[in-house]
């Protein structure tokens, strides 16, 4: 008992820490997302067990040219994104963001970490994260975003069709489908609005494999009978007239319908009444003709 309330002291002792950086760091929403996840390590690790799928975002935090009310205001959303993933979608999912406190934490390998381990990679679209792709950043910033980038250049020389399955596009609203790097264009993307539960239902459905729509039932081909019996015959003096083999082969095939009718079902009895029909009508029409 005396262990169980200390767990969950410390659980708030470390709750309210994040709540406390999280307010320093200007997030508002973002705040509870960091505050439950730390709060909630034993539960995460729970779900991991339950076999949870488990997502890695990666996002680049800012370019140079942004202003700081910028800078907050993404970081807000990529928090809300994250939370929503694990709170709405029951996603594990992982971001940069929960570990800023961590006094352990290894950013040179965190990140390519991740993504080596996690089932998914869902990259949060922007100029900044598309020049860290390309190499188009200053070298000087940027680090996290680019050693990222270049993990993920590697699973994909180790497995394409992989890396295509694992690799996904996260497109908020205000980001322009061109700002994509061309050699990403083949990744699924998904348009979310971090604020709006709705958005995600096609992200939710992938990530969980619960398509919308699902085949039907394949049933076999109903059987039809043919437009053209067969061509006229030419006698010896020049003159065409039918076959008889027509007319046996239309029997033969009314009589394997009325044996198939007295064991079929409902529906079946119905393609086979019309087929029936559509046979003894030929039949009459040819004996006029004889």
């Known amino acids: 008992m005396e262990s169980e309330f200390e767990s969950a002291r410390a659980a708030i002792?470390?709750?309210?820490?994040?709540?406390?950086?999280?307010?320093?760091?200007?997030?508002?929403?973002?705040?509870?997302?960091?505050?439950?996840?730390?709060?909630?390590?034993?539960?995460?690790?729970?779900?991991?067990?339950?076999?949870?799928?488990?997502?890695?975002?990666s996002w680049a935090h800012a370019a140079s040219s942004w202003k700081e009310s910028e800078?907050?205001?993404?970081?807000?959303?990529?928090?809300?994104?994250t939370t929503t993933l694990r709170q709405s979608g029951g996603i594990d999912a992982d971001v940069d963001l929960y570990h800023f406190s961590d006094e352990e934490i290894d950013w040179g390998r965190y990140g390519p970490g991740k993504i080596?381990?996690?089932?998914?990679?869902?990259?949060?679209?922007?100029?900044p994260w598309a020049d860290r792709w390309s190499g188009k950043n200053k070298?000087?910033?940027?680090?996290?975003a680019v050693?990222?980038?270049?993990?993920?250049?590697?699973?994909?020389?180790?497995?394409?069709?992989?890396?295509?399955?694992?690799?996904?596009?996260?497109?908020?609203?205000?980001?322009?489908?061109?700002?994509?790097?061309?050699?990403?264009?083949?990744?699924?993307?998904?348009?979310?609005?971090?604020?709006?539960?709705?958005?995600y239902d096609g992200l939710f459905r992938t990530l969980t494999s619960q398509p919308l729509y699902i085949p039907a039932p394949l049933n076999s081909p109903p059987t039809l009978p043919p437009a053209v019996l067969s061509a006229a015959k030419t006698t010896s003096g020049g003159r065409t007239r039918k076959?008889?083999?027509?007319?046996?082969?239309?029997?033969?095939?009314?009589?394997?319908?009325?044996?198939?009718?007295?064991?079929?079902?409902?529906?079946l009895r119905t393609r086979l009444n019309h087929q029936r029909t559509a046979i003894q009508s030929v039949l009459?029409?040819?004996?006029?003709?004889?």
């Open 243 to 267: 076959s008889t083999s027509d007319r046996e082969l239309l029997r033969a095939e009314l009589t394997e319908i009325n044996e198939r009718y007295a064991s079929a079902g409902p529906d």
């Open 147 to 199: 050693g990222e980038a270049d993990a993920l250049h590697g699973e994909f020389a180790k497995h394409q069709s992989e890396w295509q399955r694992k690799v996904k596009l996260v497109m908020f609203p205000g980001i322009s489908d061109s700002t994509v790097p061309s050699d990403l264009s083949r990744l699924q993307r998904f348009y979310v609005d971090p604020d709006d539960l709705d958005s």
């Open 139 to 144: 070298p000087t910033e940027g680090a996290g």
């Open 116 to 127: 080596a381990t996690s089932e998914y990679v869902l990259v949060v679209v922007s100029t």
């Open 71 to 81: 800078v907050q205001e993404w970081e807000r959303r990529v928090a809300t994104f």
């Open 13 to 57: 002792s470390v709750a309210r820490k994040i709540q406390g950086d999280a307010l320093t760091l200007g997030f508002h929403k973002p705040a509870q997302t960091l505050k439950e996840t730390k709060a909630s390590t034993e539960v995460s690790q729970v779900n991991e067990k339950q076999g949870s799928t488990t997502a890695f975002v």
């Open 284 to 290: 009459d029409a040819l004996s006029k003709d004889s």
